[in-house]
């Protein structure tokens, strides 16, 4: 599976969007990127995924550059209870179908 | 649905005791994930089934560790013996089928601590 480079932190403050950026200039064709994040002290939860067509859904917005080579999560209108560990990552569906390999992710707070 | 129950929430034992670790996953779901955190490593995936079978178990890190699905509801993860290396939080997640696209409900967690 490709692999993702995302920033390890940032800070958007509560109300604003929040764009968060990653990198996955290897991904191939039939790879799907897809992101979770978790909040501190609970398992991570599934919020979007995309193949190359952008998506949303009540979480947030997913836009995947033409290239496929980076994407962008979109928190539309931050709040508080936003503040996790963000996680992007790509995998192929079908191939080893199971196996979500989670990288360090970016670290983002909310603030008042 | 009440998501996937992990028992017990916190476990704390010393060095080469037996630890087991049980997940019940969200029903109907066909797959099951079990990972573990800690800070040096990330979230690693050790194990998942599919429809109760062992498909790829090449996360587990050595023999001191197995894991059993005896049916759809129930997971165990077993450590024997433990050592203060295996401390971590230990998360199981399942799935519905592969149609799904590969969303993973987690659940709380298991935080062990090996003295």
């Known amino acids: 599976d490709a692999k993702t480079t995302q920033p390890t932190s940032m800070d958007c403050a509560e109300g604003r969007a929040a764009n968060l950026p990653c990198n996955h200039s290897?991904?191939?064709?039939?790879?799907?990127v897809y992101w979770y994040r978790q909040i501190h002290s609970q398992g991570p939860q599934y919020i979007i995924h995309g193949l190359k067509n952008n998506e949303t859904n009540e979480m947030a917005s997913l836009i995947i550059t033409e290239d496929r080579k980076s994407s962008t999560l979109i928190l539309p209108h931050a709040t508080l209870r936003d503040t996790a560990v963000y996680y992007c990552?790509?995998?192929?569906?079908?191939?080893?179908?199971?196996?979500?390999?989670f990288g360090a992710g970016t670290q983002v707070v909310v603030t008042p | 649905d009440a998501g996937v129950i992990q028992s017990p929430r916190h476990e704390v034992t010393e060095m080469g005791q037996e630890v087991t670790l049980r997940c019940k996953p969200i029903s109907g779901h066909d797959y099951l994930f079990w990972y573990r955190q800690t800070m040096m490593r990330g979230l690693e995936l050790l194990i998942y089934f599919n429809n109760n079978v062992p498909i790829d178990d090449s996360g587990m890190p050595e023999d001191r560790f197995s894991a059993k699905m005896p049916n759809a509801s129930f997971s165990t993860l077993k450590i024997q013996p433990s050592e203060p290396r295996d401390s971590a939080v230990y998360f199981c997640?399942?799935?519905?089928?592969?149609?799904?696209?590969?969303?993973?409900?987690f659940g709380p967690g298991t935080r062990l601590t090996v003295l």
């Open positions: 990552i790509v995998r192929a569906h079908l191939d080893s179908w199971g196996k979500l390999q």
């Open positions: 997640a399942s799935s519905p089928d592969s149609s799904s696209y590969n969303e993973q409900f």
């Open positions: 290897t991904i191939s064709g039939n790879e799907y």
